[in-house]
């Protein structure tokens, strides 16, 4: 099965490497030796360190299996070939919803990055997908539960490097 293009700004790539890094160099050899202190224990069969340690080592693996398919799939989206004219990784928009007076300004960011929390939004998200490629001034619709939510696009910047 072909991997799905992903796409990560600079940042984020770092970010995962970083993180793939410190599972691989760290984090292995801290399980490992938890694995080792409860064997230690004896009787495997009603040993919960062992058994804890053994999940954490089926995490971490997971986790770098999953970051290293997401790296081998990444498209960087770089800054310098970040433009403003539409909605892009690497763009702030700042959208008004209709029937609302103060407007939302959104960073839109490959899947990997989001965090909506803090305004981080995925371009495969309603709202992000709808956003992506669009340009100041567009009205999009964005499918929600409760139905259907305009957005006019008010403006769309470049996003920071320490956002």
């Not at 103060?102 to 992000?128: C, F, Q, R, W």
């Not at 669009?134 to 009205?139: G, P, S, Y």
Request: aromatic share 4%.
């Amino acid at each position: 099965m072909a991997e799905k293009e992903v796409f990560l700004t600079r940042e984020g790539y770092d970010n995962l490497k970083n993180e793939l890094e410190q599972l691989k160099t760290v984090t292995r050899k801290e399980v490992a030796e938890k694995i080792k202190v409860a064997l230690g224990y004896g009787d495997l069969s009603e040993n919960a360190e062992y058994d804890q340690a053994k999940n954490e080592q089926a995490q971490v693996e997971d986790r770098i299996g999953q970051i290293e398919i997401l790296l081998r799939a990444a498209t960087i989206v770089e800054e310098n070939e970040v433009t403003t004219d539409k909605v892009n990784i690497a763009t702030d928009v700042t959208v008004l919803e209709e029937g609302e007076d103060e407007p939302e300004t959104y960073s839109i960011v490959g899947s990997a990055e989001s965090d909506p929390m803090n305004n981080k939004i995925s371009n495969e998200s309603p709202l992000g997908a709808a956003l992506f490629g669009r340009r100041r001034k567009d009205v999009v619709e964005v499918n929600a539960p409760d139905g259907k939510i305009r957005y006019k696009i008010i403006s769309i910047k470049k996003t920071p490097k320490d956002k």
